[in-house]
T-cell receptor
Framework: AQSVTQPDIHITVSEGASLELRCNYS??????LFWYVQSPGQGLQLLLK??????LVQGIKGFEAEFKRSQSSFNLRKPSVHWSDAAEYFC????????????FGRGTSLIVHP | NAGVTQTPKFRVLKTGQSMTLLCAQD?????MYWYRQDPGMGLRLIHY???????AKGEVPDGYNVSRLKKQNFLLGLESAAPSQTSVYFC????????????FGEGSRLTVL
């Protein structure tokens, strides 16, 4: 069965600092990988996704993520965080074929200090 | 372009009461899902549907029932609410021919006293 680990429950950064949120997955083959963001009181919005090809993917709001097969990781990065980036971030995986049921990590809460 | 709409957005129930959450999507998506979100637990799949008239159990189905009588609607029912069902519920939809990700509603916050 597939699983997703987001090892950091909370991360605090200063506005303008760089950010990296970690995501590790367990799956027999290369899955489809996603990062979603949830602002307070809102639903989840897709930031970016990886299906195949270039392992560095660009998303919305200046975010990027890098797929590293050897480490089973899909870490999310942003070079300079804005106060509006404070939110909950979820990594998700699903099989590349067959099941359309994604598995979500438990989320990382990002706190941004001015 | 409404996307995925959930009603109601807030509800308070007493233990033992019943209620139904409605999810409606206007994107003609085949798949629909109900998740619950609890602090520190992420999103857990309750039930899902791969098409009109079909439903299947997810990770935490106990205490919930669902129906998908129309392609655009996916109903989540609680027959006898329990305090453990206090949560935020999210509906999502997915298209096999679409961009590949789930589209989420804004959530329904349910409190069971």
């Amino acid at each position: 069965a597939q699983s997703v680990t987001q090892p950091d429950i909370h991360i605090t950064v200063s506005e303008g600092a760089s950010l990296e949120l970690r995501c590790n997955y367990s799956y027999g083959a290369t899955p489809y990988l996603f990062w979603y963001v949830q602002s307070p009181g809102q639903g989840l919005q897709l930031l970016l996704k990886y299906f195949s090809g270039d392992t560095l993917v660009q998303g919305i709001k200046g975010f990027e993520a890098e797929f590293k097969r050897s480490q089973s990781s899909f870490n999310l990065r942003k070079p300079s965080v804005h106060w509006s980036d404070a939110a909950e971030y979820f990594c998700a995986v699903r099989p590349s074929g067959g099941s359309y049921i994604p598995t979500f990590g438990r989320g990382t809460s990002l706190i941004v200090h001015p | 372009n409404a996307g995925v709409t959930q009603t109601p957005k807030f509800r308070v129930l007493k233990t033992g009461q019943s209620m139904t959450l409605l999810c409606a999507q206007d994107m003609n998506h085949e798949y629909m899902y109900w998740y619950r979100q609890d602090p520190g637990m992420g999103l857990r799949l309750i039930h899902y549907s791969v098409g009109e008239g079909t439903t299947a159990k997810g990770e935490v189905p106990d205490g919930y029932n669902v129906s998908r009588l129309k392609k655009q609607n996916f109903l989540l029912g609680l027959e006898s609410a329990a305090p453990s069902q206090t949560s935020v519920y999210f509906c999502a939809s997915y298209s096999r021919t679409g961009p590949g990700e789930l589209f989420f509603g804004e959530g329904s916050r349910l409190t069971v006293l």
